[in-house]
């Protein structure tokens, strides 16, 4: 591994990721973290999730309303996208790149603001967002992969059109219905070691209702009416909720099914051309599968990748540093060969996970 300094900091991977830092993995029992049966507690986070995917199915339904009636107000969503973008790079840049992968390091004060963006954008505290995804990581596509479109705990999801199908919803949002995520403690213990994620991760609802208020705020000063405050609810609270959600559940749905796999990555993982624009880079699927713990998920110049930029621009103003990204020999070392059989879904062995 070695270091360059051109024109920031960045860290250039040149041995396997594997041996990269945190997170600390360990070998814990398989069917121990299969949930089977749903406990009053999982139903009750059943219905909380049901209420965060539908009540900004509301929300949009509500704008649509209104706008029909009064006129599209172009101020209100740029309330809105403003919001979105905030949110999203909490999601993109801070719960995945910097608390998941560690893919680069920043100061608490950074940590903490991407940690409450990321915390508004209502995916869960940052903790359980992050031992979900370090688990994705590790079973990606196999029967232990909390949302993979297609394997299951009990199984493939089927062939033909209807598999797809059932795979695709239980990928984008099904899986938030079957319980909580259990054994997630062994991937999370340095995010609980760091003081400034776990007072964010406890502040999570604060974070949440802190969201929907200040776009409130901004619409009511704005326009200076309660109609205002109720659209700046609407348009930069639940709307934006709506938008962000939708986008980050496509990486995972989306992204497994459709698109190019340039690299071997041990799953079914995509780069998809729509999903990497929308998704502030992270449609660049396989892409970020063959080097997890990589900064930059677009690793060409076309693939655009905002969160990378945006992780540049703040270590051009020293707001990150030790950036991680895979040098040329290393991506050539992983880009899949023609003649290479594809994958094949089994569930694999723990030595098998990136
Ligand atoms: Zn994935
Ligand atoms: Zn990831």
């Given at each position: 591994m070695q270091l360059t300094?051109?024109?920031?900091?960045v860290q250039i991977l040149?041995?396997?990721?594997?041996?990269?830092?945190?997170?600390?993995i360990e070998k814990a029992s398989e069917e121990g973290d299969r949930v089977r049966a749903l406990s009053p507690a999982d139903r009750k986070l059943r219905m909380i999730n049901l209420g965060a995917v539908l009540v900004p199915i509301v929300g949009l339904v509500m704008v649509t309303v209104m706008s029909w009636g009064w006129g599209f107000d172009w101020v209100q969503f740029g309330v809105s996208v403003g919001m979105s973008l905030a949110t999203a790079f909490g999601i993109t840049?801070?719960?995945?790149?910097?608390?998941?992968?560690?893919?680069f390091r920043a100061p608490a004060p950074v940590r903490y603001t991407l940690a409450a963006l990321g915390s508004m954008a209502v995916q869960g505290p940052v903790i359980e967002w992050a031992g979900t995804h370090r688990r994705h990581h590790q079973h990606?596509?196999?029967?232990?992969?909390?949302?993979?479109p297609h394997m299951h705990a009990d199984g493939s999801w089927g062939d033909g059109i209807l598999g797809t199908l059932r795979g695709f919803y239980h990928a984008h949002?099904?899986?938030?219905?079957?319980?909580r995520c259990k054994g997630l403690g062994k991937y999370t213990k340095d995010l609980h070691a760091d003081p400034v994620v776990a007072m964010v991760n406890r502040q999570f609802l604060f974070w949440v209702v802190a969201g929907l208020v200040l776009p409130a705020v901004l619409g009511g000063v704005i326009s200076l009416s309660w109609t205002g405050a109720l659209l700046g609810f609407l348009w930069g609270g639940l709307v934006r909720i709506l938008a962000v959600h939708h986008i980050t559940w496509s990486v995972n749905s989306i992204c497994h099914l459709w698109g190019s796999s340039p690299f071997r990555s041990h799953d079914e993982s995509r780069n998809n051309v729509l999903v990497g624009v929308l998704g502030m880079g992270e449609g660049w699927h396989n892409n970020h599968h063959a080097f997890p713990t990589s900064a930059r998920h677009g690793l060409t110049w076309w693939q655009l990748d905002t969160s990378y930029l945006l992780i540049r621009g703040m270590a051009l103003v020293g707001?990150?540093?030790?950036i991680r990204v895979p040098d040329a020999v290393r991506i050539e070392s992983k880009r899949r060969v023609r003649a290479e059989p594809p994958f094949q879904p089994v569930n694999r062995p723990e030595s098998a996970a990136p």
């Amino acid at each position: 591994m070695q270091l360059t300094r051109d024109p920031v900091t960045v860290q250039i991977l040149t041995t396997p990721h594997r041996t990269a830092p945190p997170p600390a993995i360990e070998k814990a029992s398989e069917e121990g973290d299969r949930v089977r049966a749903l406990s009053p507690a999982d139903r009750k986070l059943r219905m909380i999730n049901l209420g965060a995917v539908l009540v900004p199915i509301v929300g949009l339904v509500m704008v649509t309303v209104m706008s029909w009636g009064w006129g599209f107000d172009w101020v209100q969503f740029g309330v809105s996208v403003g919001m979105s973008l905030a949110t999203a790079f909490g999601i993109t840049v801070g719960f995945h790149r910097l608390f998941t992968h560690r893919s680069f390091r920043a100061p608490a004060p950074v940590r903490y603001t991407l940690a409450a963006l990321g915390s508004m954008a209502v995916q869960g505290p940052v903790i359980e967002w992050a031992g979900t995804h370090r688990r994705h990581h590790q079973h990606s596509d196999g029967e232990e992969d909390p949302h993979s479109p297609h394997m299951h705990a009990d199984g493939s999801w089927g062939d033909g059109i209807l598999g797809t199908l059932r795979g695709f919803y239980h990928a984008h949002v099904g899986w938030l219905f079957a319980g909580r995520c259990k054994g997630l403690g062994k991937y999370t213990k340095d995010l609980h070691a760091d003081p400034v994620v776990a007072m964010v991760n406890r502040q999570f609802l604060f974070w949440v209702v802190a969201g929907l208020v200040l776009p409130a705020v901004l619409g009511g000063v704005i326009s200076l009416s309660w109609t205002g405050a109720l659209l700046g609810f609407l348009w930069g609270g639940l709307v934006r909720i709506l938008a962000v959600h939708h986008i980050t559940w496509s990486v995972n749905s989306i992204c497994h099914l459709w698109g190019s796999s340039p690299f071997r990555s041990h799953d079914e993982s995509r780069n998809n051309v729509l999903v990497g624009v929308l998704g502030m880079g992270e449609g660049w699927h396989n892409n970020h599968h063959a080097f997890p713990t990589s900064a930059r998920h677009g690793l060409t110049w076309w693939q655009l990748d905002t969160s990378y930029l945006l992780i540049r621009g703040m270590a051009l103003v020293g707001l990150a540093s030790d950036i991680r990204v895979p040098d040329a020999v290393r991506i050539e070392s992983k880009r899949r060969v023609r003649a290479e059989p594809p994958f094949q879904p089994v569930n694999r062995p723990e030595s098998a996970a990136p």
